[in-house]
């Protein structure tokens, strides 16, 4: 089992174009959260997604959105990119049936120009 | 509000030094305190969580609700427990693993 695994790894745009992030969760896991990390920072928590629906979201504008798929893959997208959008977006998968705590993927580094 | 506070951005000791790395949180509630741990080029991994009260790599922590502390502590330092150790919490106890809140991290550096 490769655990979580994340696509891209790296990834450059400019303002204002929009961004799609992959993330496959770890075999028997359902569940999957996503969490941005600006340099220095810890992550922060964007939301989770459970059954396809999102079922908890942190501080962040609608210009992030995402989805799961029925095998419980996920994407992270954003819209109307800015600078400060720049960071490394870590997805962290875990079992909704588990006391287990959740797994993190390896994250995909984005950059802003 | 809910925070995490890790007040050291880094930490540096000698191999063999007892090691500290203090986190305080702010939480109206009981959260589930956690350590994470991310060495060189891995990506981020759980070292321990509170409520299992293990000792992982030589490393504990004790939660203090009066101080609203976990700080994380080793007798004995080793050069690779070189890393980047992020305290975080969640309101979500059990079942899924909801929200969890990080704090910004401090960074340990062993000297040989």
């Known amino acids: 089992d490769a655990g979580v695994t994340q696509s891209p790894t790296h990834l450059i745009k400019t303002r204002g174009q929009q961004v799609t992030l992959r993330c496959s969760p770890k075999?028997?896991?359902?569940?999957v959260s996503w969490y941005q990390q600006a340099l220095g920072q810890g992550p922060q928590f964007i939301f989770q997604?459970?059954?396809?629906?999102?079922?908890q979201r942190g501080n962040f504008p609608d210009r992030f959105s995402g989805h799961q798929f029925p095998n419980y893959s996920s994407e992270l997208n954003v819209n109307a990119l800015l600078l400060g959008d720049s960071a490394l977006y870590l997805c962290?998968?875990?079992?909704?049936?588990?006391?287990?705590?959740?797994?993190f993927g390896p994250g995909t580094r984005l950059t802003v120009l | 509000a809910q925070r995490v506070t890790q007040p050291e951005k880094l930490l540096s000791v000698f191999k063999g030094a007892p090691v500290e790395l203090k986190c305080n949180y702010s939480?109206?509630?009981?959260?589930?305190l956690f350590w994470y741990v991310q060495y060189s080029r891995q990506r981020l991994q759980l070292l321990l969580r509170?409520?299992?009260?293990?000792s992982i790599k030589g490393f504990t922590a004790d939660l203090n609700k009066g101080e609203t502390s976990f700080h994380l502590k080793k007798p004995f330092a080793q050069e690779e427990d070189s890393a980047m150790y992020y305290c975080?919490?969640?309101?979500?106890w059990g079942l899924g693993g909801g929200k969890l809140i990080f704090g910004q991290g401090t960074e340990l550096s062993v000297k040989p």
């Open positions: 997604y459970y059954e396809e629906e999102e079922r």
């Open positions: 939480y109206s509630g009981s959260p589930e």
């Open positions: 509170h409520i299992s009260r293990e």
């Open positions: 962290a998968s875990i079992s909704a049936a588990s006391t287990d705590t959740q797994y």
């Open positions: 975080a919490l969640s309101g979500t």
């Open positions: 075999s028997g896991h359902d569940t």
